[in-house]
């Protein structure tokens, strides 16, 4: 049984919808399902944003404008990164972040990242978060600020 956190987690709805393609390159709308499914079981909010370019890339499009249109998906804007929307709504809500990117360009920024950021991967149709890393990492900052 999973246990259930009672705080926010960002997904980085484009890394994770590329991380299984399919067999013609594509990015999977299942992976984003399969994730957010995952998340809802562990998290009380979850938040998913996209690069604004996914649309005309994913499998089926059409059922990621659904997803936008119900909200259940946040697009950045055109010709901006996603990447600085995930981590500025993951600052705001001292939220986790889901993403294999470990996003080493915002790190000066952000330096939370490495403590609040879990990777993932997705085994036979299931979405597995690394919670161990992101536990380990959580200590560490801890026992860091304690010393201070």
Do not use: C
Request: aromatic share 8%; charged share 30%; proline share 5%.
């Amino acid at each position: 049984m999973s246990e259930r956190h009672q705080w926010s987690v960002v997904l980085d709805g484009s890394n994770v919808a590329y991380e299984e393609q399919t067999a013609g390159g594509k990015p999977k709308i299942e992976n984003l399902h399969l994730a957010i499914a995952a998340l809802r079981r562990q998290y009380d909010q979850v938040i998913v944003i996209v690069d604004a370019a996914l649309r005309h890339h994913i499998d089926r499009p059409r059922e990621l404008e659904k997803l936008i249109r119900e909200q259940a998906v946040r697009q950045a804007p055109a010709d901006t990164p996603a990447d600085y929307f995930v981590l500025q709504t993951a600052d705001q809500l001292n939220a986790e972040v889901v993403s294999n990117d470990t996003f080493r360009q915002y790190h000066r920024h952000w330096p939370w990242i490495e403590h609040r950021r879990i990777p993932y991967m997705i085994i036979d149709g299931r979405f597995i978060i690394y919670r161990p890393a992101q536990v380990e990492s959580r200590q560490e900052q801890r026992r860091s600020a304690a010393g201070r």
